[in-house]
């Protein structure tokens, strides 16, 4: 969920390579966001830190406290090691830099999906 439409087109062709993923939704804000995770019921938030409405740190925290097993990546601009354990503290299982979508969006996810209760990931190059 970001509030770019490209970025979000991006995202999408790049989940859209693997047959194991399927995006079930897009939002442009967070307060979009957390009503359409409500609706869609999804395995995995992507959320952009930089959000109008509320934040990616806010959604990550509102969304932990509406679907407790739901697995959450933030992707940010910022430093995702220095952003981590903001992350973790709002409820997000990792991060990834916004910037290497292309490269890490995957290798993110999939540390996520596989992240046990309490231990976040991160990739950076």
């Known amino acids: 969920m970001d509030d770019n439409e490209r970025v979000r087109r991006g995202v999408a062709g ?16 967070g307060p979009e966001a957390i009503r359409k995770a409500a609706n869609l019921n999804p395995h995995l938030i992507l959320l952009d830190v930089s959000m109008p409405g509320l934040n990616g740190l806010e959604v990550a925290r509102l969304l932990r406290e509406q679907s407790p097993s739901v697995k959450i990546l933030v992707m940010s601009q910022h430093d995702p090691v220095q952003l981590l354990p903001r992350a973790v503290q709002a409820g997000a299982n990792g991060c990834v830099d916004k910037s290497l979508l292309v490269t890490d969006l995957l290798p993110g996810i999939d540390l996520v999906i596989g992240a046990t209760e309490g231990k976040a990931t991160t990739e950076r190059k």
């Not at 790049?14 to 804000?29: F, K, M, N, T, V």
């Open 14 to 29: 790049i989940l859209e390579s693997r047959a194991d993923l399927r995006p079930c939704g897009e939002a442009q804000d």
